[in-house]
């Protein structure tokens, strides 16, 4: 008996001494993605909090390369060719670093994205880009580190990076209009109807050749005439207004008004009447 309770004891105090304890990080990571046009960005980083501490010129030096977060370096990934000042970067994965100082900050693309933190010795020829931005302060503090994507529309976004009460922010560009001009390309050789109606939309979006918006949106409506969209109505009106057609659009809004009512989408029907009574049709 003393045996085994011996045994037991023994496997208790193995198994004690040997289980792990979990805790939080002190500096938590976090990856957050961002639809830019058609262009996929990730950003991965660590965040590690004020906890009373002066940042920027004490904890961050000014004049020297942080890792711009904390733990491994701070990773960056593009779907897609991108830019950055005018430069054209390849699509893939960069470490973020950068040198703050009081009134500019440098912002660092580094193609090596598999240090811990600074790599262990600097290499020039894998800065991939470099811009130096001015630094904003805020009315407030942010305890925690924190990387945002913000100022997003088809063409760019901001990258914003915040803490203390500092925002640094880095523009970037993507290629979306040259990837749906080629993917519309493409698809004119055998378009749909459905083609037709995204890429006339497209152009009237973007501002682009409104004539040409026209002409795709006609061919889109002609192609379903049998079964009437009034989606695609709604934006032929939209289309020939845009072109000075006033009369032509007038006329794609009432059918438009008319198959919305009959589908009961209260949505159309009320952007076909604003649309009517600014066209002076009711």
Do not use: C
């Amino acid at each position: 008996m003393k045996k085994i309770i011996l045994a037991l004891f023994v496997a208790s105090f193995t198994l004690s001494t040997t289980a792990q304890i979990k805790t939080p990080a002190p500096s938590p990571s976090q990856k957050i993605e961002q639809k830019v046009g058609l262009t996929d960005v990730t950003i991965e980083y660590s965040r590690p909090g004020m906890k009373g501490r002066t940042i920027f010129g004490d904890l961050v030096p000014y004049g020297k390369v942080w890792r711009t977060g904390a733990n491994a370096n701070t990773k960056l990934t593009f779907s897609s060719d991108f830019m950055i000042d005018g430069k054209k970067l390849k699509k893939g994965t960069y470490a973020l670093y950068t040198i703050p100082n009081k009134k500019s900050w440098d912002i660092i693309l580094y193609s090596d994205a598999s240090n811990w933190g600074n790599p262990r010795k600097w290499d020039e020829t894998k800065v991939a880009a470099k811009t130096t931005v001015t630094p904003e302060k805020m009315p407030m503090d942010i305890e925690t580190f924190t990387i945002t994507f913000d100022d997003v529309t088809n063409n760019s976004a901001v990258l914003g990076i915040l803490w203390e009460n500092i925002y640094a922010g880095l523009k970037f560009e993507t290629p979306t209009d040259a990837m749906v001009s080629s993917s519309i390309d493409k698809v004119m050789n055998g378009p749909t109807a459905n083609d037709m109606y995204g890429a006339a939309v497209y152009y009237l979006e973007a501002g682009k050749d409104i004539k040409q918006a026209q002409e795709w949106i006609d061919k889109a409506v002609a192609m379903t005439a049998d079964k009437p969209r009034f989606w695609y109505l709604r934006q032929q009106s939209l289309i020939h207004a845009k072109a000075g057609n006033t009369k032509s659009a007038i006329a794609a809004a009432k059918k438009s008004l008319k198959y919305a009512t009959e589908a009961g989408n209260a949505g159309y029907i009320k952007l076909n009447t604003a649309s009517l009574k600014e066209w002076g049709a009711m």
